[in-house]
């Protein structure tokens, strides 16, 4: 089982950057797939990026395509969001998330559902 903190939010402005980590516990995380999710006030939580064990699998919400990049570091047990190009439309409460069954889609998983373990999130707002 993985435990998940997240860290790195704040205030930017618009067209700004921020660095989301969000660091892990837990024997399993280097197979475990990790993921993103974002929910913003009175919305429902959404997905927005997913990244395999190796790093080499990973899927993009359209609304972040080309501007957010999800890593990984199995040594460090760390999962990174890198976003750039911020919009006030970005503004959420951010959290990562861990899947414990097999990964048979290469990483291509968007549901809640489909994930196991959750953090506590990081709020990140983008003003105009």
């Known amino acids: 089982q993985v435990q998940l903190v997240e860290s790195g939010g704040g205030l930017v402005q618009a067209g700004g950057s921020l660095r989301l980590s969000c660091a892990a516990s837990?024997?399993?995380?280097?197979?475990?797939?990790m993921g993103w999710f974002r929910q913003a006030p009175g919305k429902e939580r959404e997905f927005v990026t997913s990244?395999?064990?190796?790093?080499?699998?990973?899927l993009y919400a359209d609304s972040v395509k080309g501007r957010f990049t999800i890593s990984r570091d199995n040594a460090k047990n760390m999962v990174y969001l890198q976003m750039n190009s911020l919009k006030p439309e970005d503004t959420a409460a951010y959290s990562c998330?861990?899947?414990?069954?097999?990964?048979?889609?290469?990483?291509?998983?968007?549901?809640?559902?489909?994930?196991?373990?959750w953090g506590q999130g990081t709020q990140v707002t983008v003003s105009s």
């Open positions: 837990g024997r399993s995380f280097s197979n475990s797939l």
């Open positions: 998330a861990a899947r414990n069954r097999p990964d048979l889609r290469g990483g291509h998983y968007s549901l809640t559902s489909d994930y196991d373990t």
């Open positions: 990244i395999n064990w190796s790093g080499r699998g990973t």
